[in-house]
């Protein structure tokens, strides 16, 4: 199996941005992302400086997508693998909105349990991905545990963690469901995966 490389990792980030419509904004950059930031932890969503620090978001509208990254792709800062599984997750959120439109960002803001289904889905992707890579299933419960960044209650995290692990048992068979993550995975086994 090819090794993920910088190159290979910029080529996936290139490839998804090209198939979705999307343009990737580094964090640091923006000179709107603080008043985001902001906003954010007003709607008592996430912590700015977590989300500053960490996190990536996606903010879709009818005329642009745009996919904000704590990381430079193929950059040294974050593990090649993560950045993987991120750029399908993010994307996965694009394919959200394409299907359910703008009331879906505006409930995905506001109504805490629509917000953790839908980041469900969309963990999903990172375990579809990091098993297809590495063979290993991500562990649900610390999957669940990092959307405590989301400010989801306790009950909440238990749901989430029920779903994960009945979707560990199929992805540990190498079923893929979500759509970026089989356009991912034919592109990566293109390069020899
Ligand atoms: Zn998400």
Redesign the pocket.
Known sequence: MAKLTRDITRGYFKHMSKVYDTTYVHKQSDPNIKAIAFALDLMRIMDDEVFLENYAITICSPRRRLIYLPFKPGGRAVPLLQQIELCT?EHH?VRQYDRLGVGHQTKYLFDADYRAHK?VR?LRCNMEMHYKLTKRVLNPHLLAQSLKAYRLSNAQIRVVQKHLEEAARVVAQGGIHNHPSKVGWRWLKKQGF
Do not use: K, P, Q, R
């Open positions: 997750h959120h980041e969309a």
